[in-house]
């Protein structure tokens, strides 16, 4: 499932566990409809990318973000 939502469902259906972002289903643990469990010892890391327009000129505050981000990636 390529939607956050759906598999959200999926699992509040009991068709199974699934790894999500704590973001994702934030609001659904504050209903205690969904329940999160802690995995010990698994270091789960995403890629994640900055976009922004093609041609469009970047305001400072927007051009240090980016430039902060290369550096903590690296």
């Known amino acids: 499932m ?3 939502e759906a598999v ?3 699992a509040a259906n009991g068709l199974g566990i699934a790894f ?3 973001f994702a ?3 659904d643990l ?3 409809t969904l329940v999160a469990v802690k995995v010990q010892g698994l270091n789960i890391r995403r890629e994640l990318k900055i976009i922004y327009r093609k041609g469009k000129h970047l305001c400072l505050t927007a051009s ?3 430039e902060m981000a290369q550096k903590l990636q690296r």
Request: charged share 30%; glycine share 0%; proline share 6%.
């Open 30 to 32: 504050k209903a205690k």
């Open 25 to 27: 289903v934030e609001t």
């Open 20 to 22: 999500v972002s704590q």
């Open 8 to 10: 959200k469902q999926a």
């Open 64 to 66: 240090a973000f980016i």
């Open 2 to 4: 390529d939607n956050p």
